[in-house]
C-alpha cells in the first residue's frame, strides 16, 4: 500500500508542478490525454470489467452500479466543468466558490477512484496504473487553472498537495472497510462504480480528443498506444 500511495502521489506532484515552470502546450495535453483516455478505457474492458464479473457479485448489483458511477459522475462534472478530462476554462474572472466547487468535485471523484484500490487484486493493481496515467493531465489542468487565476505558487503546490492525498484515503478506507469490517463483497461494489467512472471519462476524452470530432494520425496513434499500454498487464495475467 506504500508503494502504491507513493506512486500517486508524486505523480500528481511532478505533473502539477510542472506547470509553474513550463509554458502549457495544447496540442502536448492533448495527445496526453487522448493516450490517457484510451488506457483508462483499456485497463477497464481488459482487467477490470472481467474481474468484477467472476467475482460472484450479483450482476444486477455489478451492472447498476457501473450505472450509478457513470451518472454520479455527470453530476460531478456539473461542478467541476470536465477537469477530470482536461477541460480548463479560463479567463472568465472565476469567483472564488468556483474554484472551490471545482475543487471539491475533483476531490470527491478521486476519492471514489482510491475505495477499491484497498484490496489486493490483479484488478486493483491495474486500476492503480489506470489511475496514476489518468491523473496527470487532470493535476497539470487543474494547477494551469490554479496559476490562471492567479494563486500563489505556495497554494498551487498546497492544492496539488490536497489532490493528491484523496485517492490515498479511498484506499486506506476502503482497506479498513474491507479487512477490518470483513465486508469481503465491498471492494467488488466500490470497483463496480469506480468503473462507471473510468467509462465515463475514458469515452468522453477519446471523443473530446478530436478536433470538430475528427482525428488526426498523432492522436489517433497516441489512443493506439493507450490500447497497448493498457493490455500488457492482461498479457502477464493470463500466464
Not at 448489483?61 to 478530462?85: D, K, M, T
Not at 489518468?134 to 496539488?160: R, V
Request: proline share 3%; aromatic share 14%.
Amino acid at each position: 500500500m506504500i508503494f502504491d500511495i507513493t506512486i500517486i502521489v508524486l505523480a500528481i506532484l511532478i505533473s502539477g508542478s510542472l506547470v509553474l515552470f513550463i509554458p502549457f502546450k495544447k496540442s502536448a495535453m492533448k495527445l496526453l490525454l487522448s493516450f490517457s483516455g484510451a488506457f483508462l478505457l483499456g485497463v477497464t474492458v481488459f482487467n477490470i470489467l472481467p474481474g468484477i464479473y467472476t467475482s460472484g457479485v450479483s450482476i444486477m448489483y455489478a451492472g447498476g452500479l457501473i450505472l450509478v458511477g457513470f451518472l454520479l459522475q455527470i453530476i460531478l462534472e456539473i461542478f467541476s466543468h470536465g477537469i477530470e478530462h482536461g477541460h480548463v476554462h479560463t479567463h472568465h474572472n472565476h469567483s472564488k466558490n468556483y474554484i472551490y466547487l471545482l475543487s471539491v468535485s475533483l476531490y470527491i471523484h478521486s476519492f471514489l477512484e482510491g475505495l477499491p484500490l484497498g484490496s489486493h487484486t490483479h484488478e486493483s493493481e491495474d486500476l492503480l496504473w489506470g489511475i496514476v496515467i489518468h491523473n496527470l493531465p487532470i493535476a497539470f489542468s487543474y494547477a494551469f487553472l490554479l496559476k490562471s487565476e492567479k494563486f500563489s505558487n505556495p497554494k498551487i503546490l498546497l492544492a496539488l498537495l490536497i489532490f493528491a492525498s484523496i485517492t490515498p484515503a479511498g484506499m486506506i478506507l476502503g482497506n479498513y472497510i474491507q479487512y477490518n469490517l470483513a465486508w469481503e463483497s465491498f471492494n467488488s461494489y466500490a470497483l463496480a462504480m469506480a468503473t462507471g467512472i473510468f467509462v465515463h471519462i475514458s469515452t468522453t476524452i477519446i471523443f473530446e480528443s478530436g478536433e470538430n470530432h475528427k482525428y488526426n494520425l498523432k492522436k489517433f496513434i497516441a489512443i493506439l498506444f493507450g490500447f497497448a499500454g493498457a493490455y500488457i498487464p492482461h498479457l502477464f495475467h493470463s500466464h
